[in-house]
């Protein structure tokens, strides 16, 4: 059975899902406050995501695994090199991948383009009465969290990050897979394409290392389900917040960590 209207649907729906990631990025850079109030949102919450899951950092098995979910897949830093670089890379990767790995692919982009958008509503309603540069306190986050009213929204951002996670253990223990990402490392970049070839390999190497993900990413999203009830139950930033949060401490990702 032919694969090309498979592989045209999944080349619309990579494409569509681009477009996403771009229109949030734009909106982002051009929103006037937006910007900054976006940046101290994304710093607050990889210090709550760092803080949930700071076990996984005291187990040599799982670090480069957490490392990559809380550097690569969400962070407080600048994606768009990378997100430039999968639109460079559309047409030949819509050609050329196998139908498989468009799928997981697919996923991949549909994660970040659903977390953009959920970071930006937040942002909305935690900046509707705030002044821009205060501090976060846990309970404006989490008021602000449950004015968005988008529940279905965050179950799924969470259970794409269980789909993606068994995607990518599939894969990588797959030696001819593996080695095609490391070798195609200098090519990556002589075309301009370090930053997606090192979230690829990041993941790659974390996922192999790990030798079986099913605990990790069960641990994840359970502890992610937690929180979420526990934000929407109105409970004490003290039982999910990282320490300090409810005084408005902003916190970082290493000084969360080192005080685990």
């Known amino acids: 059975m032919s694969t090309r ?14 477009h996403r990631c771009r229109d949030s990025r734009a909106r982002i850079a051009v929103a006037g406050a937006l910007k900054p109030n976006h940046q101290q949102l994304a710093s607050w919450q990889s210090a709550r995501l760092a803080y949930t899951h700071r076990s996984f950092f005291a187990d040599p098995r799982y670090r480069p695994a957490v490392t990559f979910f809380l550097s690569d897949l969400y962070g407080d830093r600048d994606y768009t090199p990378r997100d430039e670089g999968m639109e460079r ?61 988008n529940v279905a929204e965050r179950r799924y951002q969470i259970e794409l990050i269980g789909l993606i996670g068994r995607d990518l253990d599939n894969v990588v223990h797959r030696s001819l897979v593996y080695n095609t990402v490391l070798l195609s490392r200098k090519p990556a970049q002589l075309a301009g394409l370090t930053a997606l070839h090192q979230f690829i390999e990041h993941g790659f190497q ?47 990702v290493a000084r969360v960590v080192g005080g685990a």
């Open 5 to 18: 209207p498979e592989r045209k649907k999944l080349a619309q729906v990579i494409l569509e899902l681009m």
């Open 206 to 252: 974390a996922f192999r290392h790990m030798k079986g993900a099913d605990e990790f990413l069960d641990a994840i999203m359970a502890r992610e389900f937690a929180v979420m009830e526990a934000v929407l139950n109105d409970e004490p930033g003290a039982n999910w917040a990282h320490p300090g949060a409810d005084a408005g401490a902003a916190g970082s």
């Open 89 to 149: 890379v559309y047409p030949l990767m819509t050609r050329m991948m196998p139908v498989r790995a468009m799928q997981s692919f697919a996923l991949g982009i549909e994660m970040h383009a659903l977390t953009q958008e959920l970071d930006i509503a937040l942002c909305r309603q935690l900046y509707a009465d705030k002044t821009p540069g205060e501090p976060i306190t846990a309970a404006e986050y989490a008021a602000a969290y449950r004015r968005c009213d």
